[in-house]
């Protein structure tokens, strides 16, 4: 066999194995590690080769964040609530690193604990090094902010966009990345349309996705955002203020249908907003006596088992 066909067999080997149980979490990454480790800045197990599993304690100074993490806003408050439970307990998960200079290390997971340790005075930080490439590194550091929920609409979005066109993923293959759908993706990636001034509404939690979508394409689109975020209107004053600016403040006639529009639409609203927190379809079936029924359509068994672990409250 040729130099260029072994390596050619090399790269398809280590894409497969890369994509291999990333959609199912962070849990793989550390099935192998033994967590025999002082956390409390004590006296760390015998040191561990580079790249190896096994959690080893850094030097915090030794450490930096990663540039092209997703996540660009951390709450202060939380912040300083973590490095209290830390002061008192320790890091009690290690963070994922990969090497960057001779004992200098890059963060590929638990920026937030690393910020919350320096906070706590701790000196050292349990950590796991790893030999991770650029793509690999944004891919769990979007699944680690996307499994906790870190992440707005706008700096997912971002990620996903990177993530396509500088490293060639689909939205079918990031959909089963981070165990939501396509359409998610898709929609999610629409929002990066709006005008910068509006995304970083978004950003600034004066808008939700909800507001955001009803706002794609709409007719003096920023002077509309800053009218939604002024008055507090609803998804759904939102959705019809974009519709009159569009049509000129005419109303349809005739459209039939349920004796209550209003419901119906407070329903639709409703099942668009589960819809985008959980990264899946959903409908809401509704009689007249209060009852119903909500239906979650999965597509994907990673995707069932990060509605499990949701729904129950498992840590991730």
Not at 146 to 169: C, M, S
Not at 172 to 183: E, F, M, Q, T, W
Not at 188 to 199: E, G, I, S, Y
Not at 281 to 290: L, R, T
């Amino acid at each position: 066999m040729s130099v260029e066909g072994e390596n050619k067999n090399e790269n398809v080997v280590k894409t497969a194995r890369r994509h291999q149980g990333l959609g199912r979490g962070l849990s793989a990454l550390f099935a192998d590690t033994s967590r025999d480790v002082a956390v409390n800045g004590g006296e760390a197990a015998p040191a561990a080769p580079a790249n190896g599993r096994t959690v080893q304690l850094i030097d915090v100074t030794a450490i930096k964040p990663h540039p092209e993490q997703p996540r660009r806003q951390f709450d202060e408050g939380a912040l300083q609530e973590l490095a209290d439970s830390i002061a008192l307990r320790g890091v009690i998960q290690p963070i994922i690193v990969r090497p960057s200079g001779i004992e200098r290390y890059e963060i590929v997971a638990g920026e937030r604990r690393w910020r919350a340790a320096q906070k706590a005075q701790l000196h050292r930080i349990p950590a796991i090094v790893r030999d991770f490439d650029e793509a690999e590194t944004l891919e769990i550091a979007l699944i680690e902010n996307i499994q906790r929920e870190d992440l707005n609409p706008i700096e997912e979005a971002r990620a996903y966009k990177k993530l396509i066109g500088q490293f060639g993923h689909s939205q079918d293959a990031l959909g089963r990345l981070v165990g939501k759908s396509r359409s998610h993706v898709a929609n999610l990636m629409r929002l990066l349309d709006l005008p910068t001034v509006v995304q970083d509404q978004v950003m600034g939690n004066e808008l939700s996705m909800g507001h955001a979508r009803a706002l794609i394409g709409a007719p003096d689109c920023e002077r509309m955002a800053g009218e939604v975020a002024r008055k507090g209107l609803s998804v759904r004053d939102t959705e019809r203020l974009v519709r009159e600016a569009r049509t000129g403040g005419t109303k349809r006639q005739g459209m039939g249908g349920s004796a209550d529009p209003a419901a119906n639409a407070d329903i639709a609203a409703l099942e668009r907003d589960l819809g985008d927190l959980l990264g899946m379809k959903v409908a809401i079936a509704y009689g007249s006596d209060g009852k119903g029924t909500v239906t979650v359509n999965y597509s994907t068994l990673d995707q069932l088992d990060m509605l499990c672990q949701r729904l129950s409250g498992e840590a991730i």
